[in-house]
């Protein structure tokens, strides 16, 4: 089993910027590839980015490309999410999951864990 606890949402203006954390426990935390989740309120929940469990490649939408930044530290069992340059339409609730030797897949079905999720909300 892993557990994942994100932080770091709130409210903030456009333009401006947050970091969200994910910490993870249970299970070898290196061994798994890291993704950030969106759902917006009447949305499906969608690919935000990914980190590879082995040589950490970076996967992203095309909608966060040059805004976003995922990142890891094996160390702490700890994966970011550097948010930029945030957009109104940036507003949902961030979920953190994990695929055990994923490929980065932007597919939520193929994530075994998740955590409840932080909410984001981007004022215009």
């Known amino acids: 089993q892993v557990q994942l606890v994100e932080s770091g949402g709130g409210l903030v203006q456009a333009g401006g910027s947050l970091r969200l954390s994910c910490a993870a426990s249970?299970?070898?935390?290196?061994?798994?590839?890291m993704g950030w989740f969106r759902q917006a309120p009447g949305k499906e929940r969608e690919f935000v980015a990914a980190?590879?469990?082995?040589?950490?490649?970076?996967y992203s939408a095309d909608s966060v490309k040059g805004r976003f930044t995922i990142s890891r530290d094996n160390a702490k069992s700890t994966v970011y999410l550097q948010m930029n340059s945030l957009k109104p339409e940036d507003t949902a609730v961030y979920y953190c999951?994990?695929?055990?030797?994923?490929?980065?897949?932007?597919?939520?079905?193929?994530?075994?864990?998740w955590g409840q999720g932080t909410q984001v909300t981007v004022s215009s």
């Open positions: 999951s994990a695929h055990l030797h994923g490929s980065g897949s932007p597919l939520a079905a193929h994530y075994e864990y």
């Open positions: 249970g299970r070898t935390f290196s061994s798994y590839t």
């Open positions: 980190i590879k469990w082995s040589g950490g490649t970076r």
